[in-house]
Nanobody, 120 residues
Framework: QVQLVESGGGLVQPGGSLRVSCTAS????????MAWYRQAPGKQRELVAA???????TYADSAKGRFTISMDNSKNTVVLQKNSLKPEDTAVYYC??????????????WGQGTQVTVSS
């Protein structure tokens, strides 16, 4: 079983910056990749950014140029640095992890979510 513990989030003014982090722990831990998703009220959950253990990153168009995802493999921790925040970035941000069970099998885990509110 893998647990994901998120930290960061909160209230920030438009144009400001915020960082959220997530650490995975548990038995048989072999993280393949981690990601951040978000869900705004009345909307579907969407991918914000993802990173593999090898360092390959993926960003949503809305995050490109403003957000940076990084991962510390030794600590199984992923960090999302968010700059130039906009009110439309307001959402609950969820950490996601894929744990490698075997060469062909992975299991997904979700964090509990952390609220980010961008407002003046």
């Amino acid at each position: 079983q893998v647990q994901l513990v998120e930290s960061g989030g909160g209230l920030v003014q438009p144009g400001g910056s915020l960082r959220v982090s997530c650490t995975a722990s548990g038995s048989l831990l072999r993280i393949y990749g981690m990601a951040w998703y978000r869900q705004a009220p009345g909307k579907q959950r969407e991918l914000v950014a993802a990173i593999t253990r090898g360092g390959t990153t993926t960003y949503a168009d809305s995050a490109k140029g403003r957000f940076t995802i990084s991962m510390d493999n030794s600590k199984n921790t992923v960090v999302l640095q968010k700059n130039s925040l906009k009110p439309e970035d307001t959402a609950v941000y969820y950490c996601h992890a894929e744990n490698q069970l075997s060469i062909s099998a992975r299991q997904e885990y979700w964090g509990q979510g952390t609220q980010v509110t961008v407002s003046s």
